[in-house]
Structure formats: C-alpha cells, structure tokens
DNA sequence: GTTTATGCAAATATTTTGCAACGTT
DNA sequence: AACGTTGCAAAATATTTGCATAAAC
C-alpha cells in the first residue's frame, strides 16, 4: 500500500510517522488534478482533523517535497499548489494548460519531451529529472463565448 | 525603435506615457536572461530614479504582463520574476532548465511543442498562445561536485 | 528518556490598496 | 481642466519561526 511506502521512506530519513503527515499526504492523494494550495490543504486536512495548525501543513508540504513524495507548482496567480509527484507512476509526464481567460487549469499527458531533453544533455551536459510544461492560451469555451470578432487579439 | 512602439501601445489603451513606466521596461530590457524580481527590478530602477516607489514597480509589471509585453515567470522558490515577453521575437521559445542542487536557471531555446500544441487543439480545443517549459534536473558542475556515489539519488 | 514534531502566536515577507499630490493628455 | 498615475503609509496575504507542550521512537 502506498502508505506504507510513505511510512518507509520517512523512517529511512529519520523522520517520525505522525498523524499530521499521514493526513496531509491522504489529503493532497484524495483530491487528484487539483493543485491544493497550502490553505486549501488546511481547510481540508481541518475536517478530519480539527486541531490541526496552519503551520504543520507548510512544515510539512515542505517535507513531501523534499521527499518527493508531491510537486510545487505554480500558475502564476499569486498561490503556490502541490500534487502528487512526478515519481508517482500516474503523474508522471503531467502537465497543465492554463486558459488566460477564465483561469482554468486543464491537466494533460504528454510525453514528447524525450528529445528535447537529450538534446539538452548532449548541448549543456544537463541531466533532466522532472520536466513540466506550462501551456497559455485560450480553452474552447472561451474560444466560443469570445466569438469570431475578437480573434485577432490571440496573437 | 523598441520604446516608441511601447509608448504607441500605451496611447492605444489610454494608458499614460510616464517615466516610471518607460524605467521599467528599459530595466527588464537591460538584464536580459535574469528572471528580476519586483524588489530587484526596484533597486535598479532607484538607481535612475531615486524618488521611485515599489508599489509603483508592482503596479507598472502588471500593465506590462496586460499588454503583453513581459511575462510572469515563478520556478517555485518563492519569488515572482518578470522577463521580457514572448511576444518579443528574441526571446519566442525560451525557456528554463533549473538545477535542483545550485538553483541555477539555464535558458535554452527549443522549439519541439508544435504538435503537442496541435495535439491538445485537435483533442480538447485548447489555442494555444505561449508556452513554457522548465525542467527540473543537475547541471554540469553538479554533476560533477556530487560524484559517481549519490548517483542513485537522482530518482 | 531523548529527540523530533506540533500548535499557537508573533515575526517576516510579499503584494495590494486608499488617498492626496502630481503629471500627462 | 479632466483623468490617470505616483508615492507613501497602511492593510491584506502568504509564509516562516520561536518556544513550550506533546507525541514518536
């Protein structure tokens, strides 16, 4: 169980198994492609949980990406979110097209990175590890609410 | 020349020509490839202009990313960094390769998206107007300073 | 029993906003 | 003259830290 790997890796690092991580790491797990920021992981984590500090929850956001245990990512909107890491198997190779309309972040996969990222190590002996890719643009319904006359601003 | 059509755009908007706005652009302009926070972009800018305030820089990048004509850019350490934008033929396709060991920022060039761009029209609708792509990974010196033993730790 | 983590509150850091004075059109 | 912009200070947000208590090992 997934857990248990968790439970592992934090004793390897001599780090304690406490109920707070357990729950932070459930939280983030339980909510798939939606990028909690550390409030929202705060609220959450609070209803299981109430006495649970806002504090806990940065230490140990902090710890699961250290861990590689979850990503930081940010849309440039002024919060800073975590996932379920690249090392997951169901995430990896995940990434995000942002609509610069209505704000809507849409998770796709992709896996055409390969080349560009040997390229890259053949240029500037650059070894890549995790690689995400931060689409802009415009999703369909905006496209469509936008209509026909204002397409010239698309660029 | 690059500051007659940025006071052009300006006008078009009915946003006022001011010095403050002129300093900033020309300061981004002048560090190019160095990802300026709004407190660094600040600190240059005092050096023209010492009577300049920071709220007038934050408020100055937002019309700047607005028209276009730089892009909020955040490789997840904390800060905020404005470079020039897309739109500007120079700098089309660029993009970021991070160190996680020295958080160097490379900038490379690549231009490898296009039928993942196409790929996610076709399938979702998704107009794509910009990308971005970081990678997260161990430059050369990196590489090197840790040695063939913590190896494995690279994923 | 020793060490690490937690929760709270206070401290920092970052970004935004209100408003009177000022500059641009 | 009208209106948008600036600078300052205050406010709002976001994140980190110190410390005594509590939990994990």
Redesign the pocket.
Known sequence: MEQERF?EV??ER????????LL?LETIAGHPGEHL???EIYELAKEQ?P?????????????LVELNVIDKVSFDD???RYELGSAKADSHHHHHAICQECGRVLAFEGDLLETLEQALYDTMGFVVTDHEVKLTGYCKDCIKRKGQENMEEFN
């Open positions: 439970k934090l004793r001599g780090l304690k198994v406490t109920n707070q991580r932070v920021t550390a409030e949980y006495e649970i500090g806002l504090a806990t929850i940065y230490r140990t956001v902090q710890v002024g919060f800073v």
